[in-house]
């Protein structure tokens, strides 16, 4: 059995810090980096790249709805095409550091409300997905286990890694409760660590109203602006490979 960590990083912007990305990169695989639009700039983006190559860490783009004020997490409404050009427009300016790094793109995870529009949204989740396959076809496509985004790469030709949460909460549909409900977030490590458990040894999560939902994870995702991210990330990676669980980039 094996299984990819992933982090959303990179999300200091200027003189703001969020996160724990240096501690962090030292226990996950796989690293998604703002773009800008949400989160991020020019400097962090290229710090991060550079962290992750040293730490043999997979380097992927975290393109979201421009939206910093809101962190990406409000949906905008927006067109198909323009959601299409915009996820070109992030990769490609993440995929500028790559090369100055030499590092491939690994992966492509879309952001906050835009990943969550499409987990259910088929036309968005066709736009991401075609615009990932356009400019950056050797990647692998990140989305919610079971989504419409997974559904549309697959259909596209990509390779795509079903993900799974660590600390979030789930809908009896099988997708994530809602940052606006108080709840949504798992609040403590035991939680956390039962839920990654489940995922892992019994391709189940328990959802908000007691029901089990069935999932199959390639990846699973920490955030990280959590508190103690860095933390609970190293005891799960342990408690992981105590269980003889492999954790290893994906596509590896």
């Given amino acids: 059995m094996r299984i990819d960590l992933n982090a959303d990083i990179g999300e200091s912007f200027g003189a703001y810090k969020i996160g724990e990305d240096d501690k962090l990169l030292s226990h996950i695989t796989s690293a998604n980096i703002a773009c800008g639009f949400h989160a991020g700039d020019f400097h962090v983006m290229s710090r991060t790249v550079k962290l992750a190559k040293e ?25 198909p095409q323009e959601i299409y050009e915009m996820v070109i427009y992030q990769i490609g300016a993440l995929q500028g550091f790559c090369k100055i790094y030499d590092v491939p793109l ?6 906050g409300a835009l990943y969550n529009a499409a987990a259910v949204n088929r036309k968005i989740a066709e736009a991401i997905a075609e615009a990932v396959y356009d400019v950056a076809p050797e990647s692998i496509l990140f989305g919610l286990c079971n989504s419409e985004l997974i559904l549309a790469g697959k259909q596209r030709g990509l390779k795509t890694a079903a993900e799974a949460f660590a ?13 606006q409900q108080p709840h949504a977030v798992l609040p403590t490590f035991a939680e956390i660590l039962e839920q990654v458990k489940q995922i892992l040894l019994h391709q189940r999560v328990q959802t908000e109203s007691g029901q089990w939902c069935r999932l199959q994870a390639d990846t699973i995702c920490f955030h990280g602006d959590g508190a103690n991210v860095a933390e609970h990330t190293a ?7 105590n269980e003889e669980i492999k954790v290893l980039r994906v596509g590896i």
């Fill in 106 to 111: 690994q992966h492509v995870k879309p952001h």
């Fill in 167 to 179: 600390d979030r909460r789930y809908t009896d549909e099988g997708k994530l409760v809602s940052r």
């Fill in 235 to 241: 005891q799960i990676r342990q408690a992981l490979e």
């Fill in 55 to 79: 730490k043999g860490v997979g380097v992927g783009a975290h393109p979201g709805y421009p939206d910093i004020q809101g962190f990406g997490r409000r949906e905008l409404v927006m067109t």
